[in-house]
Structures are given as C-alpha cells and as structure tokens.
C-alpha cells in the first residue's frame, strides 16, 4: 500500500490483502495511530501493487480510501488480528473487543493498470515492499 504524506511524499508498506476480488472495495487492517492512517486523512488516494502469479507483472490499484464504521472493524479487526497471531487467542495484552486504536481501511478501486516487472524501481524482498518508477520519480 502507497500512501502521499502531507507534501505528496509516498510512503511504501507491506500490507496483507485479504480480498477475494481487487476490482471491488478492498479492505486492510491497521492500528489507527499509524503513518497511513494519518495520510489517508489528509489525502485519501492510495495505491495498492501486487504481482500476477508469474510475477513477470504487477497490477496497479488506484483507489479512494474510506474507514470503516465502528461495527464494521469490530467484525473484522479481531479476526484478522488472530489470523496473524492465533497463538495469542488467549493471551492478549489487551481486550480486542474494547481496544480502541484499530481501524479498517477500505479502498474504493478507481483505476488498474498492469506494470511490467522492468518499470518497479525496488521491491524489498524481506517484506515485499514494492515501489513503481513513476512514483518514485515524482518524490
């Protein structure tokens, strides 16, 4: 996920898709005092980039970020939380059902375009953080 800081500045993070369609409204789990959330207040465009299974390509999301309702991330806030952390269903640090800095973004897909693997400037292979040349070029 690419967010634009307050002077357009992107900023490139791993995040874990779980949608089942990237054409429809995508949504992404965070704790709500975080960098991103912070951009996307201020500008709400985000990209989403991810590889085609040969990983020869990368499709491009442009989207339009949202936050989800309260009733909304207290649906899915808790299960995505253990999905990457089940050993800890028992032992939280704090109450999921009440802990107050987690937040749902939603991406409102606006365009997609596919980028051929020689146009992505830089993938960090540790955490798969991939930047476009053409984002990178306007920084």
């Given at each position: 996920?690419?967010?634009?800081?307050?002077?357009n500045?992107p900023?490139?993070?791993?995040?874990?898709?779980?949608?089942d369609?990237?054409?429809?409204t995508m949504w992404?789990?965070?704790?709500t005092?975080?960098?991103k959330?912070?951009d996307?207040?201020h500008?709400p465009?985000?990209?989403?980039?991810f590889?085609?299974?040969?990983?020869k390509n990368?499709?491009?999301?442009?989207?339009?970020?949202?936050?989800?309702?309260d009733d909304?991330?207290?649906?899915?806030?808790?299960w995505?939380y253990l999905?990457?952390?089940?050993?800890q269903?028992?032992?939280?640090?704090f109450n999921?059902?009440?802990h107050?800095?987690?937040?749902i973004?939603?991406v409102?897909?606006?365009s997609?375009?596919?980028?051929?693997l020689?146009?992505?400037?830089?993938?960090h292979?540790?955490y798969?953080?991939i930047?476009?040349?053409e984002?990178e070029?306007?920084?």
């Amino acid at each position: 996920m690419i967010t634009f800081g307050k002077n357009n500045e992107p900023h490139s993070r791993p995040m874990t898709n779980l949608n089942d369609n990237p054409y429809s409204t995508m949504w992404f789990s965070t704790y709500t005092k975080t960098r991103k959330v912070d951009d996307l207040k201020h500008n709400p465009k985000t990209l989403i980039l991810f590889p085609d299974r040969e990983k020869k390509n990368f499709y491009e999301i442009e989207g339009h970020a949202t936050f989800a309702s309260d009733d909304v991330v207290e649906e899915k806030w808790v299960w995505w939380y253990l999905y990457w952390h089940p050993e800890q269903e028992n032992m939280f640090w704090f109450n999921p059902s009440t802990h107050v800095d987690k937040s749902i973004v939603d991406v409102h897909p606006v365009s997609v375009k596919t980028l051929p693997l020689r146009d992505i400037d830089y993938i960090h292979e540790t955490y798969k953080t991939i930047i476009p040349k053409e984002i990178e070029s306007k920084t």
